[in-house]
C-alpha cells in the first residue's frame, strides 16, 4: 500500500515545487483528482453490496457515499437488472437514478469536529439520523452516523470550530426500477455499487487505488495546468496519465456475471426442445 504522504512528496518532485504553500496546493488538488478518479471506474477497495427495498411510487434512498452503481440484482428470482431510462416501456428489467435530493435532511449548526476524531460535538442530536449520512462543513467526504454523536470512518482532517453539518446532503442519489411488463418494482433488490473512500488529509493514509501513479500524474497535470506557461508541461504528462489510467483499470477487472442462453426473444432459458 502506498501512503498519501508519500505520494505528496514524489508529486513535489515532479512538478518541482517545495513551498509549504505549495505543498497544501498538492494536497488540495490530490484530493480533488483522487475523486475525479474514483468515479471512473468500479475500483476494488471500494465495492459494497447494499439490499435495498424499492419504492414502486418513488425513488429508493442510496448510501450516501455511494459513487455508482455497477449491477443491480433480483436474488429472489436471479435476474439481472439493467441500467436505463425511466421514460418509454422497459421490455427488459430496467434500473434508473431518480430525482437526488436537492435538500439536506436537517441543516445543524455550530458542530465541532476534532482530528482524529469519531464523534462530534455541538448542534441538536436525534435519534431519526443514525444511519443517515453527513457532510462537516466545507470538507470534502461524507460520513456515516452509527450511533449518538458518533459516524464513521474516522475524520483525518483539521480541527473544525462551529461549522454546519448537513444530514443526508444535497445531491445524494435515489433509484428505481421497472420489470419486464412495464411496472415499477417495490420489492428488495441487492444493489452492488462503489463507494467513495475516506478524503485524503494525513501522510499516514493509504491511497486505495490499485495503482498510485495514475493519481500523481492526475494531480501533476492539475498543478501544472494552472501555472504560467507550463501548460506544454502538463501536456506531455496526460498522454502518460491515460496509459496509466489503463494499466490501473486492468489491475481491477470488472467481475461480469455469466448469463444462461435465452431463445431468440430473449426471455426464458434456451434448451433443445425450443422449436
Known amino acids: 500500500m ?9 508529486i513535489q518532485n515532479l512538478v518541482r515545487l517545495h513551498g509549504n504553500d505549495d505543498l497544501e496546493d498538492i494536497k488540495n488538488q490530490c484530493q480533488l483528482a483522487y475523486y475525479d478518479i474514483w468515479g471512473l471506474h468500479p475500483w476494488y477497495a471500494g465495492r459494497a453490496k447494499s439490499s435495498i427495498t424499492f419504492s414502486a411510487t418513488a425513488g429508493a434512498l442510496l448510501p450516501g457515499d455511494l459513487c455508482g452503481v455497477e449491477q443491480v440484482y433480483d436474488s ?7 441500467p436505463g431510462s425511466e ?8 434500473w434508473f437514478y431518480t430525482d437526488p435530493i436537492t435538500d439536506p435532511l436537517a441543516i445543524l449548526t455550530n458542530i465541532n469536529v476534532e482530528s482524529l476524531a469519531t464523534v462530534w460535538t455541538g448542534g441538536t442530536w436525534s435519534a431519526s439520523y443514525i444511519g443517515e449520512y453527513v457532510r462537516f462543513g466545507q470538507e470534502p467526504g461524507v460520513y456515516l452516523f452509527t450511533a449518538e454523536n458518533t459516524f ?19 445531491g445524494t442519489k435515489k433509484i428505481a426500477a421497472y420489470d419486464d411488463d412495464n411496472d415499477r418494482v417495490g420489492a428488495a433488490l441487492d444493489v452492488y455499487y462503489w463507494k467513495y473512500p475516506a478524503p485524503l488529509y494525513d501522510e499516514t493514509q493509504d491511497i486505495l487505488l490499485p495503482s498510485a501513479r495514475v493519481l500523481e500524474l492526475a494531480t501533476a ?6 501555472k504560467d506557461r507550463r501548460d506544454n508541461a502538463a501536456d506531455r504528462l496526460r498522454t502518460e ?19 444462461k442462453p435465452v431463445n ?9 426442445t425450443h422449436r
Open 87 to 94: 421514460a418509454g416501456d422497459h421490455e427488459l428489467h430496467t
Open 2 to 10: 502506498i501512503t498519501a504522504g508519500y505520494i505528496w512528496d514524489s
Open 221 to 226: 497535470i492539475r498543478l501544472l495546468g494552472e
Open 264 to 272: 431468440a426473444q430473449g426471455y426464458s432459458a434456451f434448451d433443445m
Open 152 to 170: 464513521t470512518p474516522r475524520y483525518y482532517g483539521p480541527r473544525m470550530n462551529l461549522v454546519k453539518a448537513m444530514i443526508r446532503p444535497a
Open 76 to 82: 429472489s428470482n436471479d435476474y439481472d437488472y439493467y
Open 241 to 259: 496519465y491515460y496509459s496509466a489510467l489503463e494499466m490501473a483499470k486492468a489491475m481491477n477487472p470488472r467481475i461480469i456475471r455469466a448469463h
